[in-house]
């Protein structure tokens, strides 16, 4: 499986199971033995699923077991993050991945490239780019303000 195929199955296993996120979070603790009142308000949840979603969950489930330990860690890691994120920015973080996955697969390849060429630089380079792009935006809006501003006035003068 590709990096990509990975990324796009971990995110798909994340983004498609909310019904089930304390399912997933008592799996992911360290305890192992979830208690008796919690087995129960898991099973409680899993029988409000339709039969595709089980069929859904168990064959997502499946997949998320035969990865190697340290991918299975690294998707339980994003998980956890996601989860402990402020209800916006998880709505927004939704929102974007929907927005990507309605992209044409060429931008969606060309974003994904970029990612990963973003992730492969160093910390300082990132810190320097992410830098100019900040002073680059300002001065844009800056000079779209101003643009604005001369359009009005010229509007009010005729």
Do not use: H
């Not at 796009?8 to 296993?13: D, G, N, R, V």
């Not at 939704?94 to 927005?99: P, V």
């Not at 490239?113 to 100019?132: D, G, N, T, V, Y």
């Amino acid at each position: 499986m590709n990096r990509r195929e990975f990324f796009k199955q971990s995110i798909l296993s994340l983004a498609v199971l909310p019904t089930l996120t304390k399912t997933l979070g008592a799996l992911a603790q360290e305890d192992s033995s979830p208690s008796t009142k919690r087995m129960a308000q898991i099973r409680e949840r899993w029988n409000t699923l339709s039969p595709e979603q089980r069929e859904q969950v168990k064959q997502r489930w499946a997949r998320f077991k035969s990865l190697p330990p340290n991918k299975r860690k690294r998707i339980i890691r994003a998980w956890k993050r996601f989860k402990n994120l402020p209800p916006a920015r998880r709505q927004e973080v939704r929102r974007k991945w929907q927005r990507f996955q309605q992209l044409p697969p060429q931008r969606r390849r060309m974003l994904r490239q970029r990612f990963i060429k973003w992730k492969s630089l160093p910390p300082e380079k990132r810190q320097e780019l992410r830098r100019k792009y900040l002073q680059n935006r300002r001065r844009n809006a800056y000079l779209l303000r101003r643009m604005q501003m001369q359009k009005m006035r010229q509007q009010q003068g005729k």
